[in-house]
């Protein structure tokens, strides 16, 4: 209970933290920031390691693996066009 | 002990990932911010792979290596234009990859540290059924909003009788399956709760239209968000509650930027059903008779170059086009020969929040000259014509005069006040909404038939003679 307590603790602060920050962002950026936003909950993967790490085999890793490759998919496809997308918000102003 | 250092990791990631939304607020300081976000996650993947648990590398290594290539090629390769769909395919995928962490995290509790097969304490199978339930509908409901995006399938709304009816009941039973997942945690359980959530995911998606696009993909990306947190819930993972938590939070405010800009309510977009072909046509019945004035290349040349300001509004149609680079060549021309040329930016305006921005982006116009609604409102009465392509229904005054109308007090961009407007659009087809637009009719306005790229080709030779 006290760890559920604790979590939600994170939880919520976090929710403030994010809703302050959401609204600071620029609207001509909001694209990227769906994409940058995607990358990130891809830090899923942390708990696909977790079920692939065991040196047993079983359903968990099968499961673990197919998730650490959704998940690898995310991280480098929603970072790459995150950075392709600001490369083009810069150069300007001649 | 040894435990202590990964959290301290998973804290560090944590701060970086809210450096990189926070880099986000000017487009300066945004790519220092992706710098923070791919660090962040370095820091993570390695902090985990320290973790005592994990014992064999070979499938990890080969898993990041394969999802990684395939990863880099897409973004790689994707066009601008495309991005709504891409956003919403990835969307499925981190999804789909909370479903499986649930599951693994179901069949082997013992490496989460909530205890074993059958022995799982019920605070943690509430919580793998959240993770594995939102994951489950962001997946599925990204992939049908991936099919209407891409055009795989149509982007009008599909509607049924007892439809509203139908999610409920399923909802209904999703509730009952959770419940009697955490009373017997078995495996059948498990995965009826999700698939039911699976089909709810496609049902909750399929009536909502092409245009409401811009709410579904934030809705989605802010699900995607929760069912991170759902993981970090049962994992106990503060890294992963507190991402997901900025994930979900980003999605929920961009949906309810977007349902404003639309001045329709979250519940109205989300039950769907607005706009569509038999609205569409009846408009076009009627609008036929009407004389509209419409014109060349040529004299949106001559008026255009005659003008001291000129403001260009794009809209989807530009996208479909592919129009932004000739839009800009055009508009290069324009400034060459003096005219004062901004563009004006709805925030619904595209397929998804800031859509238009970066295709105006990729096309090299400088953001300084991207003005949003407020900033651009009040100087339409000074502009001597407004160009507006590929947009309709963010135009039309009716939002703002007729409370008849189904997009009544949504806020517009008040072109009418401009002293002449030029439309290039390529019929008079009713915009998403199925409003005709008024606009088209009055004699300070002049439609441009054609399609959007070719127009803004045909301008430019014109200007060029």
Redesign the interface.
Known sequence: ?E??LQ?LT??IL??F???Y???????????????????????????????????LF????I???????????????????????????????K | MEHNYSILAYLISGVFFILALRGLSSPETARRGNIYGISGMVIAIVATLLLPGIESYVLIVLGILIGGIIGTSIALKIKMTALPQLIAGFHSLVGLAAVMVAGAAFHNPSAYGIGDIGNIPVASLIEMSLGSTIGAITFSGSIIAFGKLQGIMSGNPITFKFQHFLNAILGILLISVVILFCLNQTQNFFWSLTILAFIIGFLIIIPIGGADMPVVVSMLNSYSGWAACGIGFTLSNNLLIITGALVGSSGAILSYIMCKGMNRSFISVILGGFGGEDVTSQANKETEQRPVKSGDSSDAAFMMQNAESVVIVPGYGMAVAQAQHVLKEMCDILKKKGVNVRYAIHPVAGRMPGHMNVLLAEANVPYDEVLGLDEINRDFASTDVVFVIGANDITNPAAKTDPQSPIYGMPILEVENAKSVLFSKRSLRAGYAGVENELFFRDNTMMLFSDAKEMCENIINALGK
Request: net charge positive.
């Open positions: 209970m760890h559920l979590e994170v939880f976090a929710i933290v994010g809703y920050i959401i609204w600071s962002v620029t609207p001509a950026l909001h694209s990227p920031l769906m994409s940058v936003t995607n990358a990130i909950s891809s830090v899923i993967i942390v708990g696909a390691l977790i079920a692939v790490g065991p040196a079983g359903i968990s890793k499961m673990g693996f197919i998730a650490v490759i959704l998940a690898a998919v995310n991280i480098f496809g929603g970072f790459i066009v995150t950075q392709r997308m600001l490369q083009m918000f810069k150069k300007k102003k």
